[in-house]
């Protein structure tokens, strides 16, 4: 049996009639064409998730009445995810996959190599709630505005520092030599929880931001293998191996 749609709201829940906005009502009605009798499932990141019977839709609106508390609000906070925007699609990837993983706050950084400053925001919060519905979440990251990398690391108490580059600045990537222990190492010898992840631009850390980031006492660098990674999947690799470590993966 196909479980009932899920819709995020910021709305209170268990208090009486829900009604859908326009957009909600078109999707619901015209989109999965229920109608009244049909189930929805519900929730805003507080109340747990709800079951509403759906009591008049139309294109434009509708009413639901709460027929069931399905799921107390009881999920874990995830870790930040300290990123440099990348172009639009890799971004999109990102922030969905990323609230598929649990993460907790979506925090855009502008290293000296982001190739990109701007981004909408409201289209990456749009995208985040889409991935919480899909995949049974009962919160919604938060989404941040761009900061400075400094501004960024100055709101953390420890980081892990995905640092994929060596010593040698005559080599490709820097070389071997002065490269960060694999994760799984890292991770496997601390008890620490980290609370924030931090993934480069895509063509890396400068020099100088890599030697600032080191000599960093709240950063933990790690490897994530022998392959040079996207910046996107690096953000995925990252963040499956904090929860499987720290998080709800463990």
């Known amino acids: ?3 009932a749609p ?3 709201t910021e709305a209170g829940l268990g208090r009486g009639s829900f009604s859908f906005d326009q957009a909600q009502a078109r999707y619901l009605g015209s989109v999965l064409r229920l109608g ?13 998730e709800w079951v509403y019977e759906i009591t008049e839709i139309t294109k434009r609106s509708g009413e639901a009445r ?7 609000q009881v999920e874990a906070e995830g870790p930040t995810l300290l990123f440099a925007p990348l172009k639009r699609g890799p971004t999109e990837i990102l922030v969905q996959k990323a609230t598929e993983l649990g993460v907790g706050t979506l925090q855009p950084v502008i290293t000296a190599r982001t190739n990109r400053d701007k981004l ?26 761009p900061v400075a990398l400094d501004a960024a690391l100055s709101a953390v108490d420890g980081f892990v ?7 040698n600045e005559s080599e490709p990537w820097g070389g071997d030599e002065g490269r960060a222990p694999l994760a799984a190492k890292v991770f496997g010898s ?3 929880s980290p609370r924030a ?7 890396g850390f400068t020099p100088e931001e890599r030697a600032r980031l080191r000599a960093d006492s709240r950063a933990l660098p790690i490897s994530l293998g022998p392959r040079i990674l996207r910046a996107e999947t690096a953000a995925i690799v990252a963040l499956t191996l904090w929860q499987l470590r720290f998080g709800d993966l463990a």
């Open 1 to 3: 049996m196909r479980p």
């Open 6 to 8: 899920r819709l995020y």
């Open 36 to 48: 009244a009798g049909d189930t929805v499932r519900l929730f805003n990141g507080r109340d747990g």
């Open 197 to 203: 992840i931090l993934i480069g631009p895509e063509g």
């Open 190 to 192: 601390t008890d620490a």
């Open 66 to 72: 709460p027929l069931e508390h399905r799921r107390e």
């Open 120 to 145: 909408r925001t409201d289209r990456m919060e749009t995208i985040a709630i889409e991935a919480a519905e899909q995949c049974e979440r009962l919160t919604i990251p938060r989404v941040e505005e």
């Open 161 to 167: 520092f995905c640092d994929e580059a060596g010593d």
